[in-house]
């Protein structure tokens, strides 16, 4: 059976490292927010080409905390996208703020300047794209909205760890740049965790304060806060993926490459890269007829295919009626369409060839 993601393989492929890793943390005595937070923080936020890294408990919160030292709150819109993970959402209304939600680009499934221009109004404090799928949105014409408009920019970058533009890592483009580390992620843990990076001081500060009860010193106050903090182990462990990151984007790159040429003659949409960007692939989408339908051949055939995602956030039960959002006909048209093929770095040249000649028979 070849899945869709596999974070077992990653652990399997650094296993002697990370158990080194674990078990320096637990002979250590130091659990929270100790050495290996600090310099995990420091190694990742220079990797994206940031200065400051404050690591949290989850994506979710990564997103929140960002937000919450933004200003962000009650009466305060946040504009983002619908096509994503509802995460994106449930984290702007988490700190009381309204989520507004823009259509996205047919090519990219990334958010979509002018929906999102539109969307605009007295109340906006910040816009929120998404780099979907590992491919990095619009950030100069998504930057130049937020510079015109006075009003924040924040990356969800959940799903883009080492996803470039103009040569630039996506994180380093906005006021802050917001990272899941989740265990599917392109660096992930094995639990929860999540990070910002962000270059104004002022704002790495205020989320160290906010990410553990607004204090300055042990027991002492200074602002509202809570508790979201990257733990020690999974922080050692994320020190050591780390290092093969790079590595494992390429794979990744390479992998998407050897589909694009195999799937070239099928009636297939496969992923474009805009211009000057570079994608990583968290997700290798496809769209198609009959995804459906392809999906359960697919699986009949050892290849567990996924969508990404199935219901946009307006769509959900919770959200209908509830939001308010731009025209979503690019949203809605994909939403039947889009089917996400196995990729991950540890695939062996026999898994893809599998998945080729599966896809091959399922759509001929």
């Known amino acids: 059976m070849i899945l869709t993601a596999d974070p077992s393989s990653s652990y399997r492929a650094y296993a ?28 990742f936020a220079g990797w994206c080409g940031s200065a400051f890294g404050i690591g949290v408990a989850s994506g979710t919160d990564s997103i929140c905390l ?33 989520p507004v939600l823009a259509d996205v680009d047919a090519d990219t499934y990334t958010m979509d300047a002018e929906s999102a221009k539109a969307l605009v109004s007295e109340q ?37 760890h080492g996803a470039m533009l103009d040569g630039n890592r996506v994180g380093s483009f906005g006021d802050v740049g917001c990272f899941s580390l989740y265990p599917t992620k392109n660096l992930g843990a094995i639990g929860d965790g999540g990070i910002v990076v962000s270059a104004a001081p002022e704002l790495a500060e205020a989320l160290k304060l906010i ?11 200074i602002r509202p806060g ?14 050591v993926k780390l290092k093969h990151l790079d590595d494992e984007i390429r794979r ?3 992998i998407a490459g050897i589909y694009d040429a195999a799937f070239a003659k099928l009636d297939i949409k496969c992923p474009l890269v805009r211009e000057n960007a570079e994608h990583a692939y968290h997700l290798y989408v496809v769209q198609l007829a009959a ?4 999906k359960v051949a697919l699986a009949e055939r050892g290849v567990v295919a996924g969508i990404h995602y199935p219901i946009p956030v307006h769509a959900q039960p919770t959200y209908i009626g509830r939001v308010r959002s731009a025209s979503m006909t690019v949203t809605e048209q994909i939403q039947s369409r889009i089917l996400s093929l196995p990729l991950y770095p540890q695939m062996s040249e026999t898994d893809v060839d599998t998945v080729i000649d599966a896809v091959r028979t399922c759509v001929n």
């Open 66 to 98: 960002a937000l919450r030292a933004l200003g962000a709150g009650p009466g305060k819109e946040v504009i983002t996208v619908s096509h994503t993970a509802v995460a994106t959402v449930a984290a702007i209304e988490a700190v009381g703020a309204t």
């Open 226 to 239: 809570v508790c979201s903090r990257l733990d020690e182990i999974q922080a050692a462990i994320l020190r």
């Open 16 to 43: 002697s490292e990370i158990d080194q890793a674990i078990q320096s943390v637990l002979a250590s005595g130091w659990y929270i927010l100790g050495d290996n937070v600090a310099e995990f923080e420091r190694e």
């Open 291 to 294: 995804r459906d339908a392809v």
């Open 211 to 221: 990410r553990q009860y607004g204090w300055d010193t042990p027991q002492h106050s």
């Open 124 to 160: 906006t404090c910040a816009i929120m794209p998404v780099h979907l799928y590992g491919h990095p949105a619009d950030m100069k014409a998504l930057g130049e909205l937020s510079r015109i408009n006075g009003i924040a920019l924040v990356e969800d970058c959940a799903q883009a």
């Open 252 to 254: 990744r790159q390479e």
